[in-house]
Every structure is written in structure tokens, then in C-alpha cells.
């Protein structure tokens, strides 16, 4: 179903790929999606992750509703429908690498789940964004909803899961559902990661931590925090990056 493979820059792309389904996505390629997801993270090859579909035209339509019809009787595929969904929307978003998510086409539902669990959100002209549950009167997940409201607040929030109404990419920016419009959204993304990549790993998976702390309400310096500062400048690299900082300085 989706492909994850780091180039020779250090650059892991997962792409879904169920094209005659707009990438909607059954129990068994969520749980394909997050075993790329956490391969990926895993892999010190790697130093970014750029979540899009194999169709450039396409994303995520969500969860796909012939997998929803012909099992939503059956209470052991409810619960594994719902742990397969939120373990692949937690592996994107728990993962230390840097996530970016370019968007071609339809992001809805489960699809704008898993781009909301993503860091940044690069989209087309064309892509359209929805969360739908409601017209199916399935309840949308509280993680899934947690996300929405960091992305674009409260009140963004409401209208969009109250309504289940698609809105264009322009909105999408203007709300903050995504963070940039580009006419190829996969060549902006290789180009954020190739930034992130000349950065610091540690720093981000920490700033990723702190982010997700945050997140949970978490707003103080702890034990943790503080050792991981403190420990920062004794880490491998620190004095390279540091001589490297002075000398472009001088």
C-alpha cells in the first residue's frame, strides 16, 4: 500500500497508494502506514520524513467507507479499526524526525487526521480539506480533534467538525490547517527537509518533545527538560556546529 525508502540525502518518503480509492485507506494500510512511519523513524539514515500519495494529484480521502460497510458489525474490527488509526497517527506525530506532509489532493477525514499529525502541511492549488465524520455519525477521535484545535483553534474547529464542510486550500491556509500553498507540493516539502536536515537532529527531536509536551499541557521545565539543555553542549557535534557558528561570524 505505501512505500517508505531513504535517497542518498537522507530523505524518507511514505507514499499511499490506492488510487481507484482516492487513497482511502482500510484497517490493514493503516497498519501498513504505521509500520513505514516507525521503520522510518527508526532508520538513522534518515533525517526527514515527507508523507504523501504515489499519485501526485492525490492524498487521503480518509478511511475507506467499503471497508466501513462491510465491517462496522463486527465489534473486534471496531476496536482494531480504531487502534489501527491512532497508532498510525501517533507514529507521525511521536516520531523524532521532522514530518511534512505534501498534499496534492482530497485531505479528508481520517486523511486530514494524519496530515494534522504531521509537523508541516505543504498542499496544491487544488487540494480540499474536510473533517466529515459527522456526516456518516461517526465520532471523531480526541486526538484527532486535539490536533485540529493546535492547527487552527477553537472556533476553526467547531465550524469545521459541527459542519463537516470541505473548504480549498486557500482557506485551509488562512485558518492554519496547512502552512504553505505551493504548485508542487512534493518539491517544497524535499525543500523544507533539506533545511531541517542541515540543522541540528538532536535539537529538533527535542523541540519535537517539548512541542508535544506542550501539547499535553505540559508548560514548565521539569528534570528532564533541563538535563536535556544542559547536556546539549557536551553531545557529539556541539563543537563542530559551535566552530563552524564562529568562524562565518569572524
Known sequence: MSIARADAGGIATIAIDRPLRKNALRLQDWKALTECAARADADEAVRAIILTAKNPQLFCAGADIADIAANHQDAAWRTGNYAAV?????????????????????????????????????AAPGARFGVTPARLGIAYARFDTSLLVAAVGDAQARRLLLTAALID????????????????????ARAFAIQMMALSPHSIAVSKRHLRAIARGVVDDDTESRALFTESFARDGFSERLERFLSRKN
Open 169 to 188: 486550500a486557500e482557506e485551509a491556509y488562512r485558518i492554519g490547517l496547512i502552512h504553505e500553498i505551493a504548485a508542487d507540493p512534493m518539491a517544497r
Open 86 to 122: 491512532r497508532a498510525c497517527n501517533r507514529a507521525l506525530w511521536e516520531a523524532d524526525k521532522p514530518v511534512i506532509a505534501a498534499i496534492g489532493g482530497d485531505c479528508i477525514g481520517g486523511g486530514c487526521g494524519l496530515a494534522l499529525a504531521c509537523d508541516l502541511r505543504i
